[in-house]
């Protein structure tokens, strides 16, 4: 699994396209939906889009979005006195759950992750712990990850992954 992650507009996307040409692009909501037992939704024979071949290059970007919405249906449970953090360990294990296959399979999966991080720490809750996930979500990632690469004004550094130095894979 390799993780381009940068701010809005950092040219990540742009990174990716350069580097795998072939790959194929997904939603992380369509995405999420194919992983057994982590999605809720339609099972990848159900309408959710052309079969991926396990050999193919995939990009999954739309983690953010994912999140957010993922929060929006999870309003519900909060209204019925269940607690948000176990929300959130729930969302936890269901990406943890599809990095850990994704990370494991024969073709390339390539996350494309937004920083969010960085600046002004909103006055929102709601958008306070939509950054905390965000954040746990990346931390997942790149742990995974053979291979990292922050993106910043174009500009791409490559970060340690987990067996990026001892493998010199070029995932």
Not at 94 to 123: C, K, M
Request: glycine share 12%.
């Amino acid at each position: 699994m390799h993780v381009f992650i940068g701010g809005t507009a950092s040219g990540k996307r742009q990174r990716v396209a350069e580097r795998y040409p072939e790959a194929r692009w997904r939603d992380a909501d369509e995405m999420m939906r194919r992983v057994p037992g982590a999605g809720v939704g339609p099972s990848p024979g159900a309408g959710a889009g052309p079969a991926i071949d396990d050999g193919d290059t995939v990009v999954i970007s739309g983690w953010l979005a994912w999140l957010e919405a993922e929060l929006g249906a999870g309003r519900e449970n909060e209204r019925e006195n269940e607690s948000a953090s176990a929300d959130d360990d729930r969302l936890g294990q269901r990406w943890r759950q599809a990095f850990t296959g994704w990370a494991s399979s024969p073709g390339r999966r390539v996350l494309v992750l937004d920083e969010v991080g960085r600046g002004i720490v909103p006055v929102d809750p709601a958008q306070r712990r939509l950054r905390d996930l965000m954040g746990w979500l990346s931390q997942d990632a790149v742990r995974l990850a053979s291979q990292v690469h922050y993106v910043r004004h174009g500009l791409t550094m490559r970060l340690d992954g987990k067996d990026a130095a001892a493998a010199g894979r070029a995932d």
